[in-house]
């Protein structure tokens, strides 16, 4: 009896997913070549040379230039330089969604402090401006509030399934 052989990658299959995840992510705005090279990445055992990005997808390393730029900036992929060579790899950092979608919301403290500014420019809710700033406002705090928990039950969960340490609160 022979061992049973590990399961084998179904390249055809994984592309599919990536056209697919990339396809889903360009419907609510993200990059139609940084989605495919993300998920690219995200589908390696191993990090990733542009080069290796383009042969995957089919597409000139030129053409992975600009969206592993945007992605490293977006901090979705990390780079790391190949020993004795010019070229970088590109991997999945530690709590990649983590860091994306929880520990950037001071995007919403600006919202928040800039609609508040708004608001001392009219004269409050009383106006129908004022009312649709005041709930803009409030809705802001109200996403910033929930992301906030919703953070700390990601380092919950994280901790408590063991899949590693969980991320450092911000």
Do not use: C
């Not at 705005?29 to 090279?37: E, I, K, Q, T, Y």
């Not at 705090?141 to 953070?151: N, P, R, Y």
């Amino acid at each position: 009896m022979t061992p049973a052989e590990p399961p084998r990658r179904n390249e055809e299959a994984v592309h599919f997913f990536v056209e697919r995840m990339a396809m889903a992510f360009a419907d609510v705005g993200f990059p139609r070549m940084a989605g495919r090279v993300l998920f690219t990445v995200i589908s390696a055992d191993e990090p990733l040379t542009a080069a290796e990005i383009g042969e995957r997808l089919g597409v000139s390393a030129a053409a992975v230039s600009g969206a592993v730029r945007y992605l490293t900036q977006l901090k979705v992929l990390a780079r790391e330089p190949v020993k004795g060579s010019r070229r970088d790899r590109y991997r999945m950092p530690d709590n990649a969604w983590y860091e994306a979608a929880i520990t950037k919301t001071g995007l919403y403290k600006s919202f928040i402090d800039i609609a508040d500014d708004g608001l001392d420019a009219l004269p409050g809710r009383d106006t129908p401006a004022g009312e649709r700033i005041s709930e803009m406002r409030d809705f802001f705090a109200f996403v910033q509030e929930e992301l906030d928990s919703l953070g700390e039950r990601w380092r919950a969960r994280r901790a408590a399934t063991g899949h590693g340490d969980p991320p450092p609160t911000r």
